[in-house]
């Protein structure tokens, strides 16, 4: 009898307890992590989507990629500057207040050497504190679009900074570490309770977060755990292991949402998918040309546009998922247009012809470096080019690797010929101009170099008459479209995979939204 | 029985060999033998009798990818086996891929074998305190499960090597790693077989007349230590092979664009939910007929070489 109910108090301990843990948490999984935790490291959309659920920007963009206010309430502009109204109120996750000398300073850390957002911090020539909520950055001329250049730039707190040693940032390519690689300080919405790169991370609701009640969201807990292997990952949502799948193979979906209790969402992603060939050095480094560089050849760019065949990839490779292109950047964008944006086909025999006529009939070698964790069949669509190179006597090594190792090399400006990808979190050409067609740009690894682009990518910054403005971007398209910098190869297609308790709202960023997810 | 040896033909004193008359009686050591010799004959041959060369990436067509075997629907009489998912023929991938494995599985044996009998032989002929610290490395590493070792012999490996190396080098990074996993058995059974003949009367009369230990050892001890040792080599390269499978399979061995066949085996399982099952299941079907022709092998030579078995 005593044993008896011993066991009832016992179970009846237990089902309390069960129904004290039954909180929402969300499990999810992609095929890489976050690069770092440092908010102003690196601007690769898995880091920055990571980092997005500790850190706030001042302005920030909800599912359908609509301008919403985070930690400005309101913005105003004048021709030499935008003024933002702070929220009040919002503390750190360790109890500091969030003012305008943490804005200032988390503009110039953006601006650092070190950082990979000076690109788009530059656009902000200084900040000015007017009181401790409110805050004026300076631009060089007026500028229609600094809102949309703000989404990514997270505040970080000015003292935690310096009282941990990280008020520059890290230099992701020098593999330097620092405090902020594996600690976090922000304003978001939860906070870092544990993280182990490439295995486990665990964010944990915040509960003096400013915006608690005011958003559709209700996690209380997030464990994102990285699954490298494509069927390991469908596995693992097939069997309820993870609640949601960012990245599924394409050739499982169907799969996917045959199973009971699963589903798929999809939706035409804001990311366009190409290679990079490098035609600013005078002899590449993996090639057996020597004293010459084959891609300074127009010609020679122009066969491996027309050598690779972007209906095949699509077919086979991409299940249909994707959208073959001649263009960096997808619908959505502002310059993208129907002008510039169809593929320059596939022809074999003229690619031979033009390798022919540029004295390299025989072909030559390269290496190709293309990263195997970051985008929808990364490394199986460098193998795919790598055999339709061959029959245009290309002969390509093919160097897949992890993207931790494979961007510093882009970086450094140290690959011949690369697979990229490049999302638009700004919705404008400047922001692919100044990364990737601007001869400075820290992406453009291709040292393509055009005065009159970059030229544009200046003016554009500051030209106010939409008109005339998009008239500037149109050209320089024009230009790059003649040119061949870069093979583009498709815009890709989202594909979200996860159960029916969940509800993701998919957004063509690629960026998982905890704040406005719903659990059942 | 009254004709001595000397009449018999060369080829007759062959066959009247204990071996060859167990081999001819038992019927399951000619089938593993005959299958194992197709199999590392056509591995061997594979350049000639191959549709296709897998490795040339001229001859693959990404619009012929994922294509079933001949005789489902969608197939096509051009690829017998279907086609992996970037066009390349199945059959030619496993024929080729059947070549790597076996030529990987050979080598580690043979490093395995050279390091472990050698070691085996020094520790049985000095014994104290070379003994025990040559059986003590041994038996530590026997604790540890054989594929453990071979996958941290293979990281460290990977990792000393720069990265435009690694794949060039990963085949022989893989052979050491399985090789110095091996080593252990060898020399168990070396070291027992030296233990046996250096108490016996030759080998104490070769000490007598001053013959230095090398000598010893490598004329007088090792050849009758050839025995069991041929037995566990042959059961060690099935091992091998499964080895270098696993190491693959992980992702640890040898790269997708020279494919063994437990490479190919990990490619294809990526595709096993989408149905496409042929990419993983013919590798996995040559690997398992492979190591079993092998294993029967190993058996058989087991047993007839063991008197006491017979």
């Not at chain 2, 099935?238 to 997708?256: K, N, V």
């Amino acid at each position: 009898m005593k044993i008896a109910k011993l066991l009832a108090t016992s179970l009846v301990a237990m089902t309390a307890a069960g129904a004290v843990s039954a909180e929402n948490v969300m499990r999810w999984t992609s095929q890489g992590d976050a690069l770092t935790m440092d908010p102003h490291s690196q601007n690769e959309g898995p880091t920055i989507a990571m980092n997005g659920q500790i850190y706030e920007s001042l302005v920030t963009r909800d599912a359908a990629l609509v301008l919403q206010p985070e930690l400005a309430e309101s913005w105003t502009s004048a021709p030499d500057g935008w003024t933002f109204n702070l929220r009040k109120g919002v503390k750190f996750h360790d109890g500091s207040d969030f003012t305008a000398e943490d804005v200032v300073f988390s503009f110039n850390r953006a601006m650092h050497e070190a950082s990979d957002f000076k690109e788009q911090a530059k656009n902000v020539a200084s900040v000015e504190v007017i009181d401790d909520y409110t805050v004026k950055l300076m631009t060089n001329g007026p500028n229609p679009i600094l809102p949309n250049q703000l989404t990514s730039i997270y505040m970080m707190d000015k003292g935690w900074s310096e009282a941990n040693n990280v008020v520059n940032p890290q230099d992701f390519k020098a593999n330097e570490e620092s405090f902020a690689v594996r600690n976090t300080n922000g304003t978001g919405p939860f906070i870092l309770e544990s993280r182990a790169p490439d295995e486990l991370t665990v964010l944990n609701k915040n509960p003096n977060w400013w915006g608690n009640g005011q958003f559709p969201g209700n996690l209380d807990r997030i464990e994102y755990r990285p699954i490298s292997n494509a069927a390991t990952r469908v596995a693992a949502l097939l069997s309820g292991e993870v609640d949601f799948v960012l990245d599924p193979p394409l050739q499982d979906l169907k799969r996917i949402e045959g199973a009971a209790g699963l589903q798929v969402k999809t939706v035409a992603q804001i990311r366009s998918i190409f290679f990079g060939m490098d035609q600013g050095v005078d002899e590449l480094r993996t090639s057996d040309v020597k004293g010459a560089n084959p891609f300074k050849d127009q010609r020679v760019r122009e066969a491996f546009n027309l050598a690779i065949d972007k209906k095949a990839i699509q077919r086979v490779v991409m299940e249909g998922l994707s959208f073959p292109t001649g263009m960096i950047t997808p619908p959505g964008v502002l310059g993208n247009t129907p002008e510039n944006d169809p593929s320059y086909g596939f022809d074999v025999n003229k690619a031979k012809e033009l390798m022919a006529a540029a004295g390299y009939g025989d072909g030559f070698q390269i290496q190709l470096d293309c990263p195997n964790n970051r985008y929808n069949n990364d490394e199986k669509i460098c193998q795919a080019a790598v055999a339709m190179l061959a029959k245009i006597g290309v002969k390509v090594n093919l160097d897949a690797i992890p993207k931790a190792q494979h961007f510093p090399k882009i970086q450094k400006r140290t690959s011949d010929f690369y697979m990229l990808g490049w999302g638009v979190p700004t919705l404008d050409s400047h922001y692919v101009f100044s990364y990737l067609l601007a001869s400075e740009g820290s992406w453009n690894a291709t040292g393509y170099n055009n005065a009159r682009v970059n030229e544009i990518t200046d003016l554009i910054t500051t030209e106010t008459d939409i008109e005339k403005r998009t008239a500037l971007i149109d050209e320089a398209w024009t230009l790059v479209r003649a040119e061949m910098p870069y093979v583009p190869i498709h815009h890709q297609v989202l594909a979200w995979g996860m159960t029916d308790k969940v509800d993701v709202p998919i957004a063509s960023d690629d960026a998982f939204r905890p704040r406005y997810t719903v659990m059942k | 029985m009254s004709s001595p040896d000397i009449q018999k033909s060369r080829w007759q004193r062959f066959t009247d060999n204990d071996i060859v008359y167990s081999f001819v009686t038992t019927p399951s050591a000619m089938v593993a033998a005959l299958i194992a010799f197709i199999a590392i004959a056509a591995a061997f041959a594979a350049p000639l009798i191959a549709p296709y060369d897998p490795f040339d990436p001229a001859q693959i067509s990404l619009w012929d990818g994922k294509m079933p075997p001949a005789w489902v629907e969608g197939g096509s009489p051009a690829y017998v086996l279907g086609t992996d998912n970037q066009g390349r023929d199945m059959l030619s991938t496993i024929l080729y891929g059947g070549r790597i494995s076996i030529v990987v599985g050979i080598t580690a044996v043979f490093l395995g074998m050279l390091l472990g009998v050698t070691l085996g032989v020094i520790s049985g002929y000095f014994g104290g305190m070379v003994d025990t610290v040559i059986m003590r490395m041994a038996d530590v590493q026997l604790t540890i499960p054989g594929i453990l070792v071979a996958i941290l012999i293979n990281g460290i490996g990977r990792a000393a090597l720069p990265l435009e190396l690694r794949e060039d080098f990963a085949i022989y990074v893989v052979i050491v790693a399985i090789g110095l996993t091996d080593w252990p058995q060898f020399a168990r059974v070396a070291r027992g077989a030296t233990l046996v003949e250096a108490e016996k009367e030759y080998v104490q009369s070769a000490r007598v007349i001053g013959l230095p230990g090398w000598i010893i050892m490598i004329r007088h001890i090792l050849p009758n230590t050839m025995r069991p040792i041929l037995v566990i080599a042959t059961i060690g390269l099935a091992l091998a092979i499964i080895a270098e499978a696993t190491l693959s399979f992980l992702g640890q061995g040898i790269p997708p664009t020279t494919p063994s066949l437990g490479t190919l085996i990990r490619v294809g399982n990526e595709y096993l939910f989408s149905g496409l099952w042929w990419i993983t299941f013919f590798p996995a079907i040559s690997l398992v007929i492979l190591v079993f022709a092998v294993n029967l092998l190993g058996d058989w030579m087991r047993d007839a070489l063991n008197p006491k078995l017979r």
